[in-house]
């Protein structure tokens, strides 16, 4: 048992510089049975690269198709070489350090959920009759930055939360999980608090207190420009890796509600149960356009949309 443990540990744990935000950011103990050395963090994946071409208007570099896939397009034709280097668009600009095609785990050496408050299932909050995840939700054994098929939603601190996750998704790994997903009102009165202000942790915006305010978008960043046509390609699992963005479930200490749940604001969007394809409270790089805080919403969106910045947490009815 003890050997499988060290083989999710060595697959799974951070592979980059975050890692160390990471350990800081957990309190709870790790299973003392667990060898530490077992989560040592391996060298970084580099995101592949080659000349640059152009394909379908995108930029793009020459690179093997085998390496060009999930959230990037071959195209042939374009390239010198074999015909197994194509196109491969759109191209990364910044030099990630970043493997798109690994799906790996940085949260697969976490504790266990923390206790939940009295009538609430384990990392939960209560608040009212209900309960709420105290930490925006990952998901048991699965990446974090890429779409993934219906797992179990888990509320864990220090984790890399569920981004690319549709609000059917969110729904279904809420459900796996004894839960269900918020509904607007729960949303709004678990982060708004019980004396209904802007934002979780007050009537006035505190900048920095909540992960809220990336200077520049990470797809910017990433495909090193700002033409429109980059807002189509949200879907690489490497914006969510760029640096001082997506931040570790309650590493944002003031961030925090009434009633004890975290990142409600900022980090992540969070898909409630509306019909109609509603998520809140803004992300990284924005929690101002939509409204402020709590009262921020997107509703421009299907169900069946997600993208990097799309998160989820769930509800529970209190015992």
């Known amino acids: 048992m003890k050997h499988a443990w060290i083989l999710l540990c060595l697959v799974g ?3 980059d510089a975050s890692s160390i935000a990471h350990d800081a950011a957990i309190d709870a103990p790790v299973d003392a049975s667990v060898d530490a050395a077992a989560c040592a963090i391996p060298d970084a994946a580099i ?6 071409c152009t394909a379908n208007a995108l930029p793009g570099a020459c690179i093997a198709t085998s390496e060009c896939r999930d959230s990037r397009s071959p195209v042939a034709g374009q390239c010198a070489g074999p015909s197994t280097v194509q196109c491969c668009t759109p191209r990364f600009a910044d030099g990630i350090t ?16 923390e206790p939940g408050d009295p009538g609430c299932p384990a990392g939960m909050a209560r608040v009212d009759a209900f309960c709420v995840d105290r930490y925006e939700a990952s ?3 699965h990446s974090p930055y890429h779409p993934q098929p219906v797992g179990r939603a888990v509320s864990k601190r220090g984790a890399v939360p569920q981004g690319n996750i549709s609000q059917v998704e969110a729904t279904a790994a809420c459900v796996a999980a004894g839960k269900r997903l918020c509904t607007d009102d729960e949303w709004l009165r678990a982060c708004r608090g019980p004396a209904s202000t802007t934002y979780p942790y007050g009537a006035t915006r505190q900048p920095g207190v909540c992960n809220d305010a990336r200077s520049v978008h990470p797809a910017v960043e990433l495909y090193g420009t700002s033409d429109a046509w980059i807002y189509s390609h949200l879907d690489s699992p490497c914006l969510g890796q760029e640096a001082n963005g997506l931040a570790l479930t309650g590493s944002h200490a003031g961030c925090v509600t009434a009633e004890g749940a975290f990142d409600m604001m900022g980090n992540l969007h969070e898909w409630t149960a509306d019909p109609a394809g509603t998520f809140r409270g803004g992300f990284y790089v924005d929690t101002k356009l ?26 529970a009815n209190a015992q």
């Open 13 to 15: 744990c951070r592979d």
């Open 47 to 52: 995101a592949a690269t080659g000349p640059t």
């Open 98 to 113: 970043c493997d798109p095609n690994e799906q790996r785990d940085p949260n697969a050496c976490l504790p266990d959920e």
């Open 139 to 141: 998901i048991a054994g």
């Open 290 to 315: 939509n409204g402020d805080g709590c009262l921020y919403a997107t509703t421009a969106h299907a169900a069946s949309y997600g993208d990097y910045s799309t998160g989820f947490r769930c509800c």
